[in-house]
């Protein structure tokens, strides 16, 4: 196991609106020293959606601050409940969250450096572009968004990285050319990514057609980005006669663990793999939402990583965990 989770309490001190529908939470621990933490870090929030207690993960916003953590929740209607539940609170709220970790691995020797990021993507990549700034290398940030005035912070990014910040709003006309862009960075720049699930797999396309080795591009995604909309599906358990419902609101590893079906996980956010499980049959369309598979994985439907994927319609499954043996 990469994480062992340890569980801290917490008080909300305040919230800002930085764009719409993108709210800032300053959170801090009750034991708080302030300590650095490794550039891409995330924390878990404990949240309650419907009456029951589920985990969210949010990247922190820029590097340490003797004031707290920094998390950005982008509200999202077609989501699972976690920005509005994040979006209901008010400072002086008390949390639960686990301590920072970081998914995200930096090479800092090499010369040059692109930071790429999809909306709400850029909040671990402001960490990133600050350490680099500060080391006075190459870099440069690309920024997507829909419009402008959907740029959180970007007056901070502006005031830091002048003209190598180079923003790509839909609303003007200059979407991201991700072809144009890979080609014409140097051999063995090092490219940190963070956006939704369509961005980062046209990302890796268009990097490897580049001729770029995909060891060099390091990315984050969304766990709750996906090709189809978040909603109901059905799984069925192979060999139990059992078929759960999988709420909007809930992952199918949490519905499966609550109903006894216990499956091992590690980092929940569709990166480490481990809780992958087989298919056995699709009745319907299956929405692979993590970036452990690849595309012809992905294709394949023979596995689905828990933690963060999705379906439409229902999926049977083998968990390879007998209800009559527990």
């Not at 650095?36 to 924390?43: L, N």
């Not at 720049?189 to 080795?213: K, N, S």
């Amino acid at each position: 196991m990469r994480f062992v989770e340890t569980w801290i309490p917490a008080t909300l001190v305040s919230t800002r609106d930085l764009a719409p529908g993108i709210r800032e939470f300053l959170i801090r621990p009750d034991q708080y020293d302030g300590a650095a933490y490794p550039v891409g870090s995330h924390i878990n929030v404990s949240v309650t959606i419907g009456g029951q207690p589920e985990t969210r993960s949010y990247s922190l916003v820029g590097e340490a601050s003797p004031r707290g953590f920094r998390i950005a929740v982008r509200r999202a209607e077609d989501s699972r409940g976690g920005s509005r539940y994040m979006w209901q609170l008010a400072p002086g709220a008390r949390l639960d969250i686990t301590r920072p970790a970081s998914l995200v691995a930096v090479d800092w020797a090499r010369e040059n450096y692109c930071l790429i990021a999809g909306g709400i993507g850029i909040t671990p990549i402001i960490g990133a572009a600050h350490a680099l700034a500060r080391r006075g290398v190459d870099v440069a940030l690309h920024y997507a968004v829909r419009g402008r005035a959907d740029a959180a912070y970007l007056d901070d990014l502006t005031g830091l990285l002048g003209d190598r910040l180079v923003v790509h709003a839909g609303d003007e006309g200059k979407r991201l050319d991700l072809d144009s862009l890979f080609a014409s960075l140097p051999k063995g720049t090092l490219t940190l990514f963070c956006g939704p699930m369509r961005m980062l797999d046209a990302a890796r396309h268009a990097w490897i057609r580049a001729g770029h080795p995909l060891s060099d591009l390091r990315y984050e995604t969304f766990g709750s980005s996906g090709t189809l909309p978040t909603e109901t599906f059905r799984v069925r358990l192979k060999g139990s006669g059992v078929e759960l419902e999988i709420p909007r609101e809930r992952s199918m590893l949490d519905v499966l663990n609550a109903s006894g079906f216990e499956v091992i996980s590690d980092c929940k956010r569709g990166e480490c793999g481990l809780c992958a499980i087989d298919v056995v049959a699709v009745d319907g369309e299956i929405d692979h939402r993590d970036v452990f598979f690849s595309d012809h994985q992905k294709q394949s439907n023979e596995k689905i990583c828990a933690c963060v994927s999705r379906a439409r319609g229902t999926i049977t499954v083998d968990t390879l965990l007998r209800a009559d043996a527990i």
